[in-house]
């Protein structure tokens, strides 16, 4: 009597269950998504850190040896250019998009981050320029004071990136 009950009642359960383990299965594709996105993050930063600051080491006891003896030009053997810059920031811009499904404040401080390593290289860019070269000693030791400031305040937010995506692992 009640077989077409019987019926109804699975083709419910059975709605059920695919609802079910479609969004069980959409969280644990959406976890490993976030936990690859942090790992790509932490490690493009590590090795940000440790190029830009091998890479600034040369670079500032270059400018400091011109600043020191007034040359405005060329160190003897040495360009005074920095050495080529790494290729954009290719795990930024891939993930872009993606920053939404990490949890508040990491988009932020990825973000910001990123931003901050754009200004240290325009700094760079400028302080490594003719122009600058040739300006007074006042405004080159602005410049380069800015540029210091920039780049304690790149280091900060880099360890207070890799803190949060470390502790969001």
Avoid: C
């Avoid at 383990?21 to 594709?29: A, I, K, M, R, T």
């Avoid at 390593?117 to 080159?140: P, Q």
Wanted: aromatic fraction near 8%; proline fraction near 4%.
């Amino acid at each position: 009597m009640f077989e077409w009950l019987k019926g109804v009642s699975g083709v419910i359960f059975g709605g059920l269950l695919v609802i079910v383990s479609n969004f069980g299965f959409d969280f644990v594709q959406d976890r490993q998504t976030r936990q690859s996105l942090i790992s790509a993050f932490i490690g493009d930063i590590v090795a940000r850190q440790t190029i830009e600051a091998q890479r600034l080491e040369t670079w500032e006891d270059d400018l400091d040896l011109l600043i020191t003896v007034d040359a405005l030009r060329k160190p003897e053997g040495r360009p005074w250019l920095m050495p080529e810059e790494p290729k954009g920031y290719i795990i930024f811009e891939a993930n872009a998009g993606k920053l939404g499904i990490l949890e508040s404040p990491l988009p932020e401080k990825i973000a910001n981050f990123y931003l901050i390593s754009e200004r240290l290289r325009a700094e760079i860019r400028l302080l490594s320029g003719e122009k600058i070269l040739a300006a007074n000693t006042r405004e080159r030791d602005r410049a380069v004071k800015e540029h210091r400031q920039t780049r304690t305040y790149w280091e900060a937010a880099a360890t207070d990136l890799l803190t949060a995506l470390r502790n969001a692992q």
